[in-house]
């Protein structure tokens, strides 16, 4: 099906607000409101929430827009794909469902990690991390949810990045153990396969086994998208590694399941939101902070001695370069002259901001 042309759908007082149009090539919806609706949009513009759900009727294909947003980073594929594989009533959008964006294609693990979050949520597959973050700027979504460190890989940097970047609160995290299988076409066996294709992070994670097989790793965007290349490719020598739900989306068979070197591979995920949960002291909390030190030789001493004087046990500590900030420019020409960089500190404890700041 083409997404070619659609009517924007607003409500029943005004069925139909313009038309849109994606292009492939950038993977860009660009929405051409009627003369005006725009006004009519904004003030109304509970109505016209949803982008990703695109529903028929009759034989008119209908988008819900939120217009005054740029609608860009979508997976192109992924109304697509939810048409066909779980029929129009699934895909079409519920507005009484919590939507939650999250990375990749559906069956991806960050599809995983918002179903566990959120059995009933609605999830709303995108291209990159930075989409997730938008989406629930700009109100198209409730809730991203996205992968903050493996215990394998460690942290995942662009997410800490973009924690800065963006204004969202995280309001909880979850778990997810990640069980890799590797999956091809009925009737292949494990030995047929010449390459197999995944996230880096899944082939990496996979070493023993693909170097056992003695196959070519082909590194995609993410599993699920691997599983869905395969799929869609006809060769039968080509095998993804993904999740077991992943083969079960895209019809293929399980060739071996709990193929990864390290049984426990766990990804700890942040759950993200426009606004905070106001924090208590009633239960365990925990809290994530972001700050930068001067230049002090005792100064990281005495911030982390605040929080051991209080009995706050810290779960992590991350540090990023500070971009923005030109002193990190080394000059090692000038004898003398070097100064050091500037990072961030993201820290992570155990306690309520509210006991935090208690004396
Ligand atoms: O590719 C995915 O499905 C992801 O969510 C990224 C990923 C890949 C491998 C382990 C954990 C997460």
Known sequence: MALNDC???GCAKAP?????NF????SRLSVNLKQGTEKWCKRECCCLRAVSGFESSGDADRIRVQPSVLLEGFHKDANIINKQLRGNDLCSSDRSKLRVAYKGLPGAYGEDAALKAYPNCETVPCLDFETAFKCVESWLVDKAVVPIESCIA???HRNYDLLIRHNLHIVGELH???KHCLLGHKGVRKEHLTSVISHPQALV???TMLTDLGVTNIAVDDTAAAARAVALDGRRD???IASSRAAQLYGLHILAEAIQDDDVNVTRFLILARDP???GTDRPYKTSIVFSLDEDPSVLFRALGAFALRNINLSKIESRPLKHCPLSAVDDSKEGSAESFKYLLYIDFEASLARAAQK
Not at 16 to 20: I, R
């Open 154 to 156: 460690g942290s995942i």
């Open 7 to 9: 009517c924007i759908w």
């Open 205 to 207: 994670q996979c070493e």
């Open 238 to 240: 080509i095998g993804a």
């Open 16 to 20: 139909q607000l313009g038309m849109a």
């Open 176 to 178: 997810l153990l990640i």
């Open 23 to 26: 292009h492939p090539d950038s």
């Open 277 to 279: 949960i106001i924090p």
